[in-house]
């Protein structure tokens, strides 16, 4: 167990439908990546968020948005699916602020969510 | 942009060989690199890391080696056993955020 918790861990889900992924950071982790992960491609950094803020945005669909809570847990809203949104969504966490030092184990990566879009 | 990238995107080792897994980066301002493993259906596990100012790190039968003259990364892995056959990604971190950026993975296969 990382100590990232990702739910669900499977997802089946229609066209033109929306759902939503959650993480729980490991105890003390202030920030939150997710990532994409397509069959055919590598991890795709989608969005960060520290203690709450937004803080980086990479290749997140308009029809992808995400939030963090107060208590620290993350989620990621998924709408109007696509086939071709169909992948696993992974969590990350990690103490460091943008400005800090990242410590000595690095991200911690949840096991995922598989979504499929039918 | 910002790409992370690997040369060979499956390596094939016998059992007890050393495996070298390489990775070339673009982003000269990154201060920071890992190498992950993933195994089938798990996400990506921690193996081992190294910043910019340093060209070695040695852990438990795996060296990370950093060229930044060339911007090339390595993970060395020795007396490789089944156990270690994954997908192995290089990871850079680099811009506002400290998000990371991922290499496309090269599959390591180990015969016995």
């Known amino acids: 167990d990382s100590g990232v918790t990702q739910t669900p861990k499977h997802l089946i889900t229609a066209t033109g439908q929306r759902v939503t992924l959650r993480c729980s950071p490991r105890s003390g982790d202030l920030s939150v990546y997710w990532y994409q992960q397509s069959l055919d491609q590598g991890l795709q950094f989608l969005i960060q968020y520290y203690n709450g803020e937004e803080r980086a945005k990479g290749n997140i669909l308009e029809r992808f948005s995400a939030q963090q809570f107060p208590d620290l847990h993350s989620e990621l809203n998924l709408s109007s699916l696509e086939l071709g949104d169909s992948a696993l969504y992974f969590c990350?966490?990690?103490?460091?602020?943008?400005?800090?030092?990242?410590?000595?184990?690095?991200?911690?990566f949840g096991s995922g969510t598989r979504l499929t879009v039918v | 942009g910002e790409s992370v990238g690997l040369h060979l995107p499956t390596l094939s080792v016998q059992e007890g060989d050393n495996s070298i897994i390489n990775c070339a980066y673009s982003?000269?301002?990154?201060?920071?690199f890992i190498w992950y493993k993933q195994e089938s259906g798990k996400g990506p596990q921690f193996i081992i890391d190294i910043r910019s100012n340093m060209d070695k790190r040695q852990g438990q039968r795996v060296t990370v080696l950093l060229n930044k003259t060339v911007k090339h990364l390595s993970l060395q892995i020795a007396a490789t056993q089944p156990g270690d056959s994954a997908v192995y990604f290089c990871?850079?971190?680099?811009?506002?955020?400290?998000?990371?950026?991922f290499g496309a993975g090269t599959i390591l296969r180990v015969k016995s």
């Open positions: 990350a966490s990690s103490v460091a602020s943008p400005q800090g030092v990242v410590p000595h184990d690095g991200y911690t």
């Open positions: 982003n000269s301002a990154s201060d920071y």
């Open positions: 990871a850079e971190r680099g811009g506002y955020g400290n998000k990371l950026v």
